[in-house]
């Protein structure tokens, strides 16, 4: 009796103490969460948290484990491995003072622990979470280049990735008009400038690693349009052997009107099929008629076998200007939409041999070949809506449209608004269309099992800007978002993690704002990473992540982004954080690839050319070192060749033809890619035996293209040296007055890469304290529209061949070189009777950015090292030709450069923006060239820069006026014959506009200084 007793005494005091420690639990967890919300809101970096961290509830697991729930929104800051310990300590001790010293502690971030914020490739101590790596770690290429000179082993080769820059020209049904989707501010729009860098810089780079990359926006800048579409009602016009292949079942159908909205034009007309044979029989030659020579974006398509018969590897040939270029597609996915191939120059007109898309019927497998439409060049909008087109490129037109024009499927990828909001259907579109590419069991989110186009997408990227207005030169910054969850949990359909998306964009943010910091601003604003349902975020069912890279509202950070240096590493950076993503997904290496070469020079050696160039180190990547290099060809104005390797820094070109300028890039490579293109060089032999004929009448038709050995060396023309001193890039000029701020694009534009299309007219609204209305009267920072949707000209690194195209007209070999290479001391003249210094828009400007800038001065013109070696060539008795448009101003610089332009040169600046029409006269001292008339570019072109700013130029100590400005009788050209001989023109040589005009005027310069 005693005994039991004392048990059931026992038993009710355990029982007391459990329903005691229950109730004492319940207490003080809501006290401990008081606590730490209070705590969080005052002390959130103590926690290495956001600061819209919030705890949202505790409990007591069956573990004895306090458990904290911190909101989605408390992720927002990176976390290492480091970060760790303090964060998980401040949780411990709150934990402990509130009577919770002998239970454990785990802290989540929404469904997952603060531990797993830690992305993978930061991980020394942490144990590999295995559900965020690939269920299916296979690389897929779709298209493989066959004339690539290199192997990419530790890049992207096989990745495929979907890249896209935000908004674009959309139909407002509200409005019933075509209209963007933000507001024109400091000289550009968000619609158009996350385009202006994705397009040049960042799409590229990744497909120099090896990566196929898939844009639900057109890429190509070029408005015209050829598409060749083979079906039975034009007895597939434009194509050789159609008669040949059968017809197949439902395919694309060309249609010159344009699409009603929501039809698919891959599913009105039909494709070709045929059986494959051993050798080839009856390929298809698609032989466009091209309306302007140009480069052109060349898209192919091709059905998809009802049977499955489609075989992997289908050669396809381009033929353009520059040669030949094959591939193989694999025609087991990428069915009934465009596939890009590359961008190639063709000439204007209809020729098989320069101007065609072949299609082998050859293979070593059994099966059907299948061949639809092919199209050359990006051409114009298509998609109507209410009844008309857009009327704009396709380049700047949104996704919505786009991607009716590639075949997607209506409801499953851009249709959700019942044709009401195109608005809401292009940001929900861009998302499901890396479904669409990538099929089940991640197809679109309405029917996840969709086959689409089985195209593993392996990680996507939108990228957008941001509003919000600083004060000075603080940046608002960058910003990421990821979703966790998706549209419905926090797993992709195959089983992996969406903590995947963290890892991308933590890795992708970090590289950005490292890079950023290390090369302009060492302050530049790392802002929080939003785990929040975005819809570009959370939509793919791929590793997905939303950039907005800074604010396109803040004047401050609009300078970052009108540099083109700007442009160029922050792409740099994202490439790189989308490698080390991949890298560390698939337990790899990588390696950087190289930057540009520098030190470049082509030059004549006994009838052949010899190129030297230098590598360039990157002080950011240790791994993007050359291992060898590729040198691209071209002759006259064809397109560039396939390129030939070498290992060395010198190429020895043995095969000159006379008569035309032969051209030459190089690239850098290894084993991560291929590195951004060198400057184009140029040389040039002349054909004697045309002097007084071809080269008068600039007709070279009977000119051999390639094969003809260079003049003897009896009969070896005088030589002209071309050295390139443009190379720079830069932004718009700026004002900072209070009261007026923005940018003067009227003074100066600025010098954009290659060619830029971000611009949509000139800022015309400089009052900061203007507030933003509507789009159309966004406040301080509108501009106009004038420039919307034009392709404009800037520095496109290629001017020797014209300068020499005009030399050989007039009957002088050339050489050129990079002014790097120039100024080097060990660099002869001995050769040369002239040099021709291209001085173009070249000016020194100051990079100086943000709140701790990264100060640097670049593209001074007159250099001490190019003044000294100017001074030492006219010594040599070398005549010496200078054109360009800050030729005056930079010869103000300083004493020695102002002693060069008086002694040497024998002018002095006489004004700036001398000429607004760009129309010269030659005046009595310009003996053969009297009264007779040129003209140079002063406009928005896509083949040539404007000139802006051209300056008039005064003779001083004996020199002469050769060329006055036509508006005004300033003196345009000055010219020095006496002890030595110069010639300097106040705008760039290379904008004349005509080539009669350029040969004209080197056949004047060229008389007056050698006759």
Same mark, same amino acid.
């Given at each position: ?23 004492? !639990? ?52 990176? =976390? ?11 949780? !411990? ?56 000179? %290199? ?46 860098? @994705? ?10 690693? /090896?990566?196929? $990359? ?67 029989? !009856?390929?298809? $030659? ?54 890009? *191939? ?32 092919? #199209? ?29 024009? +590639? ?44 086959? /689409? ?42 089983? #992996?993690?969406?903590?995947?998306? #963290? ?21 530049? +604003? ?22 907005? *890279? ?17 442009? =160029? ?38 009838? @052949? ?130 009261? %007026? ?70 009957? %002088? ?8 290479? =120039? ?63 800050? $030729? ?6 300083? /004493? ?24 010269? %006269?030659? +005046?009595? #001292? ?10 140079? !570019? ?37 010219? =020095? ?7 300097? @023109? ?26």
């Amino acid at each position: 009796m005693r005994i039991a007793t004392k048990i059931l005494f026992f038993s009710l005091v355990v029982l007391v103490f459990v329903v005691s420690a229950q109730n004492y !639990n319940n207490a003080q967890l809501q006290n401990l969460k008081r606590y730490l919300n209070s705590d969080l809101k005052k002390n959130y970096q103590l926690y290495n948290l956001a600061p819209a961290a919030v705890v949202d509830s505790l409990t007591v697991n069956r573990e004895k484990e306090v458990v904290i729930y911190l909101n989605r929104r408390a992720s927002g800051n990176p =976390f290492r491995e480091s970060d760790l310990p303090g964060a998980l300590n401040r949780f !411990n001790n709150a934990k402990n003072s509130y009577g919770f010293t002998n239970f454990g502690l785990k802290v989540m971030i929404g469904s997952f622990e603060m531990s797993e914020m830690v992305p993978l490739l930061y991980r020394t101590k942490l144990p590999v979470d295995s559900t965020r790596l690939p269920v299916n770690e296979k690389p897929t290429k779709v298209i493989t280049n066959l004339d690539k000179k %290199f192997t990419i082993t530790k890049g992207l080769d096989g990745r495929n990735i979907a890249v896209w820059g935000s908004h674009g020209w959309y139909y407002s049904a509200k409005d019933n008009k075509w209209i963007w989707q933000r507001a024109r501010l400091f000289g550009s729009i968000e619609d158009l400038l996350t385009s202006s860098m @994705a397009l040049p810089f960042l799409v590229p780079m990744l497909e120099n690693a /090896g990566a196929g $990359v898939y844009l639900p926006r057109e890429r190509d800048l070029q408005t015209n349009s050829v598409v060749i579409d083979p079906e039975e009602g034009n007895a597939g016009a434009g194509v050789s052997n159609f008669s040949e292949w059968e017809k197949g079942s439902a395919g694309f159908l060309h249609s010159e009107s344009g699409y009603e909205a929501n039809i698919n034009p891959f599913r009105l007309g039909s494709f070709l099929t045929k059986e494959t044979v051993k050798n080839e029989e !009856n390929p298809l $030659v698609y032989t466009p008629k091209i309306p302007e020579s140009g480069e052109y974006a060349v898209y192919i398509s091709f059905g998809k076998d009802e049977t499955g018969r489609n075989v992997k590897d289908v050669k396809y040939t381009v033929k353009h200007s520059g040669g030949e270029t094959s591939f193989l597609v694999d025609q087991q996915r990428g069915w009934g939409t465009w596939l890009y *191939l590359g961008t190639f120059k063709f000439f204007k007109g209809t020729d098989p041999s320069k101007g065609a898309v072949v299609v082998s019927d050859q293979n070593e497998n059994e099966g059907v070949v299948t061949s639809d439409a092919v #199209r050359f060049g990006g051409g114009m909008g298509v998609v109507k809506r209410n009844g008309s087109t857009s009327g704009r490129p396709a380049f700047v037109e949104a996704a919505r449209y786009y991607l009716q024009y +590639t075949g997607a499927p209506d409801t499953l990828v851009y249709n959700f608004q019942s044709d009401k909001d195109d608005y809401v259907d292009d940001y929900q579109a861009r998302g499901e269309y890396v479904n669409w590419l990538n099929g089940a069991p991640d197809g679109p989110n309405k029917l996840t099992s969709l086959q /689409g186009l089985n195209i593993p997408i392996d990680i996507s990227l939108a990228w957008h800007t941001d509003a919000g207005i600083m004060g000075g030169d603080s940046t608002v910054g960058s910003l990421m978002i990821y979703s966790s969850v998706g549209m419905d949990t926090s797993f992709f359909h195959n089983g #992996r993690s969406r903590m995947a998306n #963290r890892d991308l964009g933590d890795i992708v943010q970090t590289q950005i704002v490292s890079d950023i910091r290390a090369l302009f601003d060492k302050k530049w +604003t790392r802002r929080e990473m939003w785990d929040a349902g975005y819809s570009e975020a959370a939509r793919p069912n791929v590793p997905s992540i939303l950039l907005e *890279l800074l604010a396109h509202q803040n004047f401050a950070e609009m300078k970052f982004f009108w540099h083109p240096q700007f442009r =160029f590493h922050v792409s740099r950076a994202i490439y790189k954080g989308m490698l080390k993503f991949l890298a560390s997904m698939s337990g790899t290496g990588f390696v950087v690839q190289p930057l540009p070469v520098s030190n470049f020079s082509a030059l004549l050696s006994g009838g @052949a050319a010899e190129l030297r160039w230098e590598p360039v180190s990157d002080p950011l990547e240790a791994s993007a070192k050359p291992t060898g290099y590729v040198v691209y060809r071209r002759i006259g104005e064809a397109g560039f060749d396939n390129g030939k390797f070498t290992n060395e820094p010198f190429f020895r070109d043995e095969n000159i033809p006379t008569g035309v300028p032969v051209s030459y890039k190089v690239t850098a490579v290894n084993a991560g890619g291929e590195s951004f293109p060198s400057e184009v060089l140029a040389v040039g032999i002349a054909n004697l035996s045309s002097k007084n004929s071809a080269s008068e009448t600039g007709n070279t038709d009977n000119m051999k293209a390639d094969g003809i050995a260079g003049n003897s060396v009896s009969e070896k023309a005088k030589e002209v040296l071309v050295v390139n001193s443009f190379d720079r890039l830069d932004m718009p000029a700026t004002v900072n007055e209070k009261g %007026f701020e923005g940018f003067l694009f009227q003074k100066d534009e600025g010098v954009q890469y290659i060619k830029d299309f971000a611009s949509v007219g000139e800022q015309t609204d400089f009052d900061r304290s203007s507030q933003f209305k509507t789009n159309d009267e966004p406040g301080w920072g509108a501009s106009k529209s004038d420039a919307e949707g034009l392709v404009i000209a800037g520095n496109s690194f290629d001017y020797p061949a014209l300068h020499g195209e005009a030399l050989l007209k007039c009957g %002088f070999s050339f050489s050129s070189t990079s002014v790097a290479s =120039f100024v080097q001391p060990g660099f002869s003249t001995k050769n040369y009777s002239m040099i021709d210094i291209i001085a173009g828009e070249q000016k020194e400007s100051v990079i100086k950015l943000g709140l701790q800038p990264v100060v640097s001065t670049s593209f001074t013109l007159f250099s001490d090292e190019l003044t000294n070696k100017l001074n030492a060539v006219v010594h040599e008795g070398k005549a010496l030709f200078i054109s360009g448009a800050y $030729v005056g101003s930079e010869l103000n610089r300083n /004493g020695k450069t102002k002693k060069l332009a008086t002694d040497v040169l024998k002018v002095n600046l006489a004004s700036e923006f001398a000429t607004a029409n760009g129309r010269l %006269f030659g +005046t009595e #001292r310009a003996n053969g060239a009297e009264n007779e008339i040129f003209e140079f !570019n002063t406009a928005f072109s896509k083949d040539i820069y404007k000139v802006e700013a051209p300056q008039a130029i005064d003779p001083v100590a004996g020199g002469e006026t050769l060329f006055r400005y036509s508006d005004n009788s300033t003196s345009a050209v000055v010219g =020095f014959n006496g002890q030595h001989r110069t010639v300097v @023109a106040g705008f760039p040589f290379e904008t004349l506009v005509t080539p009669e005009y350029r040969e004209a005027f080197m056949r004047f310069v060229t008389g007056y200084l050698l006759r």
